[in-house]
Structure formats: C-alpha cells, structure tokens
C-alpha cells in the first residue's frame, strides 16, 4: 500500500474547493460507450442493464422502477442516447437533464418483467419503433448489441429481423476504467461506511439483533446522502460458518464473532465493504481465523500492481479445499475479487475459479474489492474481510479505512 487516502471531499458544491465535476463525469461515461460501440461489430447498443443506462444516458431511477425491464436506452453510431422511461420520469428528463435532448426522452413501457403479456403488443410497438430509428441512421443492417433481455422482446426483434448480439461485454470494457470523478464518488461512497462503523462498533452489543444492525446503518447512511442501500449483510455468532449471505433478526450474544457487509451507493457509486468484530470478547480460535483472514488480504494487496494479473492475485489466496470446500465452485466468492463502479460486481472478478484460466491484466483506474473468509476451528466462527483497492501507477490505494489490521472487540469486558 503506498500514499496517502485518496480525497474524499464534502458531498456539496462549492467554490473553494475542487470536488467532482458531473458535466465532465458525464462526458466520460459516454464517450467510452461510444468508443466501445465505435470499436464493435454494431450499429447500436440497446441497452436494458440500468447500470448501463445510467452510464451512457446519465438517467436514473430506483431499484423499485430500474430494474423491471421497462426503461431502455439506445446509442447508435454518431448518435446521441435516447431513452424510453416511465412517462412522467421522461417528461422529468426533458425538463431537468439538458444534456439529453428532450426530443430523445420518450415515454416506454414494455410489461414489468411479464406482468403485461407480450400478446398486449408494447413489445411488438416498441421493436417496431426502435428498427424505424436504425433505419433513419443507416444502421438497420449491423447487428444490434443487446446487454440483458427477456426472451419475448429478444424473438419479437428477431421476428421483426433485427440480428442481436451481446453488448454487455462491450459495456463491461467501457465501465472498467474509472476516471478521477468516479475514483473520487467511490472513496466518499467509502467514506460514508468508515462512519457507520464507527456507530456499529458502539452499538454492538449482546442483546442488539442483527437486523436492528442493518436498521441502524441504514438509517445513518441515508441520513448522510446514500441514494441506494442495496443490501447490508450482518452475520454473528453460529451463523457465521458457513457464510449465509444474509441477516436474521439474531440476537447478538456475548462472546459472538460478527461481520457485517455494506452495499450501498453515492451518486450511483457502490461500496462492498465487510468487517469483522468480537462481542465483548474473543477466543483464541476466533483470534487466529482473523489473522490468517488478515495475512490471505494482505498477500492480495501485495500482488495489485499495474500490469500484474488478476491470476497473480488470486494465486495467493488459499485453495478450496483448504478452508473446508470441496471445490472452487463451492468456495466461490469467499476468497474474492470484484470491480466496483455503478454496479456492484464489475470487472475484474477475481477468483481462482475463473482467473488461473482467464486472467486479466491489472490496469491503472481499476477499482474492485478484496475479499477474504477464514472459517474458525471452533467449527461456527468465521472472519470475514473487504477492502477497496484502486490500481495506481504508484501501487495499490485502499479506499476503505475502518480499522481491520487486528480483530476489534466492540464493548470488551
């Protein structure tokens, strides 16, 4: 690790400092949409994946609306994006997001993931509407990359002789390379975890249950301008191995190790942030889970280095079978890496499932996260740690700044 934390400025506009910049955030975005169009056998990206509408149309509407496959963006070759949203969310663009042209943000609805069958013909209108702007730019005859898609609005654009490839590899290259703005929106993303922290070591204590946890960072990071909490995980004592992924309403009991996950976003930039914790105490078997936990991240952090492989980094990670797995299948995303950006699992994906085969070379503007899982051998504990990493010219920079280099004991008797 080497230089100083990143800037993560306050979450206002202001005069005296230099902060994000959004205009030149949204400049980036598309332009490395379009190049990646440019650089594709397509005439045009239609886009449903709302990662990628936000990258390319600068749009955004909640997990609620977004993600029932109903708003949709289109890039054409030298052509500007145009969307189709919820109706008065379109109107909405018109008035508030000049750099769309208002002429470009129509109205869409295709069915809400099947809840309007396709036989209503939204679908049919829809294709029909889109193969006419193709033709109106001289791309009706280049296949059309498509990211993510339900099958009835994929055969309705074959059957309307449209020839659809995937797009979404394309996106994925386009959204790997974080520019300053986006490393900057990260860190204060991170920033906001660093102080949840904080109130979740205070609170934590036997007789909290573990959804009161999630209830509390919830509450705190929205309070501090969170415009998504995607999902906090928070997992303690019995529970811990094996890893379930969620929370339960547990109540916390003294002598527990517990871990905590926190997934949420700032101007749509995500954190995956974990950290582990004793209650009240920790016994020799939870202490040394951690350590080797600790060491497997340490080794990780070591190997990010502008262009080394993510094989060379998931090389230091222990086997599967070395921590109880059968598999590497059955292990996967314990020992784990994953990019981090508009969407929570971006690229890389760091695995010794996928990397020894398909490694990918490390990059400067490369954020992901660093994931390591020791189980204890008292047979339930476990020790869970993250941390976010840019990939720098000068090494690694971590992101994530609560204090994991020991086991902290939250309220110690």
């Known amino acids: 690790m080497s230089g100083a934390p990143l800037p993560a400025p306050g979450h206002m506009g202001v005069d005296y400092e230099q902060r994000v910049d959004f205009d030149r955030l949204r400049s980036y975005r598309l332009e490395r949409a379009q190049a990646s169009l440019e650089a594709s056998e397509c005439g045009a990206f239609l886009l449903f994946d709302f990662y990628n509408i936000r990258y390319t149309t600068q749009t955004w509407i909640g997990g609620a609306l977004g993600d029932k496959m109903t708003r949709y963006a289109l890039l054409t070759r030298g052509g500007e994006p145009m969307l189709w949203d919820f109706g008065s969310a379109a109107r909405h663009h018109r008035l508030y997001s000049p750099w769309l042209d208002p002429d470009n943000c129509h109205a869409g609805m295709l069915g809400l993931r099947g809840a309007i069958a396709p036989t209503a013909g939204l679908m049919r209108d829809a294709v029909r509407q889109i193969k006419g702007l193709l033709e109106d730019t001289g791309v009706a005859d280049a296949p059309v990359g498509v990211d993510v898609v339900e099958p009835p609005f994929l055969f309705e654009m074959q059957r309307q ?163 109880g797995f059968e598999n590497e299948l059955a292990a996967f995303g314990l020992q784990f890496g994953h990019g981090l950006g508009l969407g929570l699992h971006e690229r890389p994906i760091i695995s010794r499932l996928n990397s020894m085969r398909e490694p990918v070379e490390l990059q400067a503007g490369m954020v992901f996260a660093l994931e390591t899982y020791c189980p204890a051998s008292d047979g339930f504990s476990a020790a869970r740690i993250e941390e976010e990493v840019v990939v720098t010219e000068d090494g690694p920079r971590v992101l994530t700044l609560f204090p994991a280099r020991d086991l902290v004991v939250a309220n110690p008797y």
């Not at 703005?181 to 991170?190: N, P, R, S, V």
């Not at 209830?215 to 998504?228: C, F, I, N, P, T």
Request: glycine share 6%; net charge negative; hydrophobic share 40%.
């Open 161 to 323: 002789g449209l020839t659809v490839v995937d797009a979404q590899q394309a996106m994925l290259d386009a959204r790997q390379i974080k520019s300053n703005d986006e490393i900057m929106l990260l860190t204060q993303a991170a920033a906001m975890v660093d102080g949840v922290y904080q109130d979740i070591l205070e609170a934590l204590k036997p007789g909290i249950r573990e959804n009161e946890i999630v209830a509390l960072a919830s509450k705190r990071l929205y309070e501090m301008g969170s415009d998504q909490v995607e999902a906090i995980n928070a997992v303690s004592g019995e529970r811990c191995n094996p890893h379930p992924h969620n929370f339960s309403d547990r109540l916390i009991r003294p002598g527990d190790q517990a871990f905590f996950d926190i997934i949420h976003s700032f101007n749509g930039y995500r954190t995956c942030y974990y950290r582990t914790f004793g209650v009240g105490s920790a016994t020799p078997s939870q202490r040394d889970a951690y350590t080797r936990a600790r060491e497997w991240m340490d080794a990780s952090i070591d190997a990010v280095k502008v262009g080394a492989s993510t094989a060379d980094v998931a090389a230091v990670w222990p086997a599967a079978t070395e921590f």
